[in-house]
């Protein structure tokens, strides 16, 4: 059965586990998704939250039949850059923005402020929900991810690479990390499920230590 669409929404889409499964939610709802909103570092090579290529977000957005909308940016101007997408989006009749955000208050009031400032409502499928809830429900609908990036004195480089199940969830929580590495201890990136029309398949390459994360380095094949 087709649900009828009552509002026209961008995901902000990082490429990992929580913004994919708010744009399930968001699309199980009845929304129609007319974008995936990435932010990239300045030269426009990366995404500036999981440090996925370009290639790959793209692909992502293949996929799930929804155009990708970027914008290189600093963190310095990071607001004002995003600000200028909203508008954009705006313009061409979007109405909400759809984010991934589960329990942190200062993501969801600089969600709200700047989609306000914007006139655009922010809608967060997950907020509130139970940590472990989340990681169990994305692995339930039969989505595919795996740990990309990790906090180097919260988990071993072992760990890059590791599939999303519920077994490694009972391995993260016996290191007293958080499920949904909600204090930064990984980053994820999904490959496929429910809502995709084909696996997003990669190569992976060399492994990249910053500032106290470990990278794993994947392009789209």
């Avoid at 889409?13 to 929580?18: I, Q, R, V, Y």
Wanted: overall charge negative.
């Amino acid at each position: 059965m087709i649900k009828e669409s009552y509002y026209s929404f961008f995901a902000s889409w990082s490429g990992g586990k929580d913004s994919c499964l708010s744009l399930y939610y968001a699309l199980e709802e009845g929304g129609y998704a007319k974008k995936l909103l990435t932010m990239l570092v300045d030269d426009g090579e990366r995404s500036r939250s999981h440090g996925l290529s370009i290639d790959l977000l793209q692909k992502q957005a293949e996929a799930l039949s929804i155009p990708l909308i970027t914008a290189n940016t600093s963190w310095d101007n990071y607001e004002e850059n995003f600000k200028k997408l909203l508008g954009k989006l705006k313009n061409e009749g979007i109405d909400t923005g759809v984010f991934g955000d589960i329990d942190l208050e200062e993501h969801r009031e600089w969600v709200e402020r700047v989609c306000t400032e914007k006139n655009l409502k922010a809608k967060l499928p997950l907020w509130k929900m139970e940590r472990r809830e989340v990681m169990e429900n994305f692995i339930k609908l039969g989505f595919e991810a795996e740990i990309i990036v990790i906090k180097e004195d919260k988990l071993p480089e072992s760990f890059l690479g590791k599939k999303l199940t519920f077994s490694l969830m009972d391995e993260l929580e016996k290191r007293d990390v958080d499920v949904c590495g909600e204090n930064g201890e990984f980053h994820t990136v999904v490959l496929d499920g429910p809502i995709f029309s084909k696996k997003v398949k990669i190569k992976r390459s060399n492994i990249v230590k910053r500032k106290g994360y470990c990278f794993q380095n994947i392009e789209a094949k």
